[in-house]
């Protein structure tokens, strides 16, 4: 029997850039590429280069993790940029199967948030270590001291061992592309960050000579190639032609053999074809059809799939249909049911945390994912693309314990807010089933820092109400806290619908006297249906109008007749926020160029005898 040895591989480091949203990782990869002399010194660089894709560069967050890879003093650093938000933490999950250590991005004025909390603990369960970047230390009201204290303090909650809370931190401005190992003495580039990853990540180990064991940690999808595996190399050497099994640690009597046809390493920001790749390597993988994400790649004479955790489970869902308004197929050019299975399972390629189940009914699809952002961006997608279809309010998954107990997903929700508003914000959450577990002061006494424990069906729709309530002021995180027990019924909506009465084109006239009844949704000239929702009232019941009612005319002229109606402009609402408006008996129609919201049941007479059956 042979005795393989294990070896490092000096020359290569791993590492993944981790963060609450909005701590600035994704800048810090800029710069990292900059500096390391990626782009030629008269290129056109576009800012948060690695955030490639419409909605990550509109929204200003990362959806997907991407890999990228820089030269520095002979060593390779392949740099993971992952997403910050709650909602796309099964990409962070994943990723960090590839990677040797990580690069804990805190902001310096904010210090550890929600998220912050979710992603460390991630990497401290699979033993990594961590590099503290405290970043934006150029902010006027940057506090590093306190922000350490802070992190440190988290480690010890999320029971770290000795050799991580003995990390390193770094001081950086990512923006200003500079970082220094001193709070107080401002750095002139990213040299200590870089001197700090060789020095602190440990080379990636392997036996160059046994069977290859590559995993499969995230899927790429091209038009031309179809799947692209990445992952990194275990063990041995992958080789261009080579002949491997597929097999997966969750299911290893499934195997197939499949041929490696082309294989990649990540050089800045493209992707470079090589021949063949050793241990560490971190490798794309294109021409296998059927790879999927926790796929070990093994050589034929030595198959042992690598263990992969399994994913999050999804905590929200809402059912995708078929539009069956009287609107339907005017605008999109995706709108049948296999259109919309298809491209919802094509989803399933490259997004582990999704989900996606037949219905009894062959025109509806129910789609569970991590949050109302996750989902919304698969909407959005499909919006961009050309579908046209149907979505209902979001609901929580529920679960039942031994005892046959109903549980029901909670969130920690993290709020700051201005003094003033701290109680219309308790007061708000209370109604909705919210515990209140903390509450302090920050930033001198200015803002409000409060800490709450809530069901996950409080939280929908209310995003909206938050910035409403603060006047845009307020900042709100929330982090998914596991299933608690069922906490009784929670009104979505205290106000009505107001209901188009008849098909046509809402008319000024008819706008004119509906305005007086609440606040409208539509101006004039736009088409409208029976049962189309067109704005909300101030009362709790819902009212029908007639948007499309014209002015009698007649011979007679008075003085007044003849001037302007003066409307109120309508409230034209995004993708969101008509997903937090809509109620439990109302969809979500979407096109490509339109939203409108509806009830489930068209017809006046059916809704009235279906209401009165409650």
């Given at each position: 029997?042979?005795?393989?040895?294990?070896?490092?591989?000096?020359?290569?480091?791993?590492?993944a850039?981790?963060?609450?949203v909005?701590?600035?990782?994704?800048?810090?990869?800029?710069?990292?590429?900059?500096?390391?002399?990626v782009?030629?010194?008269n290129?056109?660089?576009?800012?948060?280069?690695?955030?490639?894709?419409?909605i990550?560069?509109e929204?200003?967050i990362t959806?997907l993790?991407?890999?990228?890879?820089?030269?520095?003093?002979?060593?390779?650093?392949?740099?993971?940029?992952?997403?910050?938000?709650?909602?796309?933490?099964?990409?962070?999950?994943?990723?960090?199967?590839?990677?040797?250590?990580?690069?804990?991005?805190?902001?310096?004025?904010?210090?550890?948030?929600?998220?912050?909390?979710?992603v460390?603990?991630?990497?401290?369960?699979?033993?990594?270590?961590?590099?503290?970047?405290?970043?934006?230390?150029?902010?006027?009201?940057?506090?590093?001291?306190?922000?350490?204290?802070?992190?440190?303090?988290?480690?010890?909650?999320?029971?770290?061992?000795?050799?991580?809370?003995?990390?390193p931190?770094?001081?950086?401005?990512?923006?200003?592309?500079?970082?220094?190992?001193?709070?107080?003495?401002?750095?002139?580039?990213?040299?200590?960050?870089?001197?700090?990853?060789?020095?602190?990540?440990?080379?990636?180990?392997?036996?160059p000579?046994?069977?290859?064991?590559?995993?499969?940690?995230?899927?790429d999808?091209?038009?031309?190639?179809?799947?692209i595996?990445?992952?990194?190399?275990?063990?041995?050497?992958i080789?261009?032609?080579?002949?491997?099994?597929?097999?997966?640690?969750?299911?290893?009597?499934?195997?197939?053999?499949?041929?490696?046809?082309?294989?990649?390493?990540?050089?800045g920001?493209n992707?470079?074809e090589?021949?063949?790749?050793?241990?560490?390597?971190i490798?794309?993988?294109?021409?296998?059809?059927d790879?999927?994400?926790?796929?070990?790649?093994?050589?034929p004479?030595?198959?042992?799939?690598i263990?992969?955790?399994?994913?999050?489970?999804?905590?929200?869902?809402?059912?995708?249909?078929?539009?069956?308004?009287?609107?339907?197929?005017?605008e999109?050019?995706?709108?049948?049911?296999?259109?919309?299975?298809?491209?919802?399972?094509?989803?399933?390629?490259t997004?582990?945390?999704?989900?996606?189940?037949?219905?009894?009914?062959?025109?509806?699809?129910?789609?569970s994912?991590?949050?109302e952002?996750?989902?919304?961006?698969?909407?959005?997608?499909?919006?961009?693309?050309?579908?046209?279809?149907?979505?209902?309010?979001?609901e929580?998954?529920?679960?039942?314990d031994?005892?046959?107990?109903?549980?029901?997903?909670?969130?920690l929700?993290?709020?700051?807010?201005?003094?003033?508003?701290?109680g219309?914000?308790?007061?708000?959450?209370?109604?909705?089933?919210?515990?209140l577990?903390?509450?302090?002061?920050?930033?001198?006494?200015?803002?409000?820092?409060?800490?709450?424990?809530?069901?996950?069906?409080g939280?929908?729709?209310?995003?909206?109400?938050?910035?409403?309530?603060?006047?845009g002021n307020?900042?709100?995180?929330?982090?998914?806290?596991?299933?608690?027990?069922?906490?009784?019924?929670?009104a979505?909506?205290?106000?009505?619908?107001?209901?188009?009465?008849?098909?046509?084109?809402?008319?000024?006239?008819?706008?004119?006297?509906?305005?007086?009844?609440?606040i409208?949704?539509i101006?004039?000239?736009?088409?409208v249906?029976?049962?189309?929702?067109?704005?909300?009232?101030?009362?709790?019941?819902?009212?029908?109008i007639?948007?499309?009612?014209?002015?009698?005319?007649?011979?007679?002229?008075?003085?007044?007749?003849d001037?302007?109606?003066?409307?109120?402009?309508p409230?034209?609402?995004?993708?969101?926020?008509?997903l937090d408006?809509?109620?439990?008996?109302?969809l979500?129609?979407?096109?490509p160029s339109?939203?409108?919201?509806?009830?489930?049941?068209?017809?006046?007479t059916?809704?009235?005898?279906?209401?009165?059956?409650?």
């Amino acid at each position: 029997m042979e005795i393989y040895m294990r070896q490092k591989r000096e020359n290569i480091r791993n590492v993944a850039i981790i963060a609450h949203v909005d701590h600035g990782k994704t800048t810090l990869v800029d710069e990292l590429l900059k500096q390391s002399g990626v782009f030629r010194a008269n290129q056109e660089v576009a800012e948060r280069v690695m955030d490639s894709n419409d909605i990550e560069r509109e929204r200003g967050i990362t959806i997907l993790s991407k890999n990228t890879a820089v030269t520095y003093k002979d060593t390779k650093i392949n740099i993971i940029d992952t997403p910050g938000h709650a909602d796309f933490g099964g990409e962070v999950e994943r990723v960090l199967k590839m990677v040797n250590g990580v690069v804990l991005v805190v902001d310096a004025f904010e210090g550890a948030m929600p998220q912050t909390k979710f992603v460390l603990r991630k990497a401290l369960e699979l033993k990594l270590p961590v590099i503290v970047c405290i970043n934006k230390i150029d902010r006027p009201e940057a506090r590093p001291n306190e922000v350490i204290d802070e992190v440190l303090e988290l480690f010890l909650e999320l029971d770290a061992d000795d050799a991580q809370l003995d990390c390193p931190f770094v001081f950086a401005s990512a923006k200003s592309g500079i970082a220094s190992l001193e709070a107080d003495q401002p750095g002139t580039d990213m040299t200590p960050l870089f001197e700090t990853i060789l020095d602190y990540i440990p080379a990636p180990e392997g036996d160059p000579d046994a069977g290859t064991q590559a995993l499969i940690s995230t899927i790429d999808y091209n038009e031309y190639v179809g799947r692209i595996g990445v992952g990194k190399v275990d063990n041995g050497v992958i080789r261009v032609n080579q002949e491997v099994v597929i097999v997966n640690h969750h299911e290893p009597d499934k195997q197939s053999k499949v041929k490696v046809s082309k294989l990649y390493e990540f050089d800045g920001l493209n992707k470079v074809e090589v021949k063949e790749a050793g241990i560490g390597s971190i490798v794309a993988i294109s021409g296998i059809a059927d790879i999927h994400i926790g796929d070990t790649l093994c050589s034929p004479d030595a198959i042992a799939p690598i263990p992969f955790q399994k994913i999050s489970e999804p905590t929200i869902a809402m059912h995708f249909m078929v539009n069956d308004s009287p609107l339907a197929g005017l605008e999109g050019k995706f709108v049948t049911s296999r259109h919309i299975r298809d491209r919802l399972f094509r989803e399933l390629n490259t997004d582990v945390s999704l989900r996606v189940e037949e219905t009894e009914s062959t025109d509806a699809f129910k789609v569970s994912g991590r949050g109302e952002l996750h989902l919304s961006v698969l909407i959005e997608n499909m919006r961009r693309e050309g579908f046209e279809f149907a979505v209902s309010k979001a609901e929580v998954l529920f679960r039942t314990d031994e005892a046959g107990h109903r549980l029901e997903p909670m969130e920690l929700a993290y709020i700051d807010v201005p003094n003033e508003y701290a109680g219309a914000v308790i007061e708000k959450l209370g109604q909705r089933k919210g515990e209140l577990r903390n509450m302090g002061s920050i930033t001198g006494g200015a803002y409000t820092r409060l800490e709450f424990s809530i069901p996950s069906r409080g939280l929908i729709g209310y995003r909206g109400e938050f910035m409403t309530d603060t006047k845009g002021n307020g900042i709100l995180n929330t982090v998914f806290d596991g299933y608690g027990p069922y906490k009784g019924d929670i009104a979505y909506r205290k106000q009505g619908s107001l209901i188009a009465f008849e098909a046509g084109e809402s008319i000024t006239y008819g706008l004119y006297n509906a305005q007086e009844r609440g606040i409208l949704f539509i101006g004039p000239g736009e088409k409208v249906y029976s049962g189309m929702v067109v704005g909300q009232t101030g009362k709790s019941e819902d009212i029908e109008i007639n948007v499309c009612k014209k002015k009698q005319l007649t011979n007679t002229r008075s003085s007044s007749a003849d001037e302007a109606l003066r409307l109120t402009p309508p409230k034209v609402m995004s993708l969101e926020q008509a997903l937090d408006f809509i109620d439990t008996d109302e969809l979500l129609e979407i096109t490509p160029s339109t939203l409108r919201i509806r009830k489930k049941i068209l017809d006046p007479t059916l809704r009235k005898r279906a209401n009165n059956k409650k």
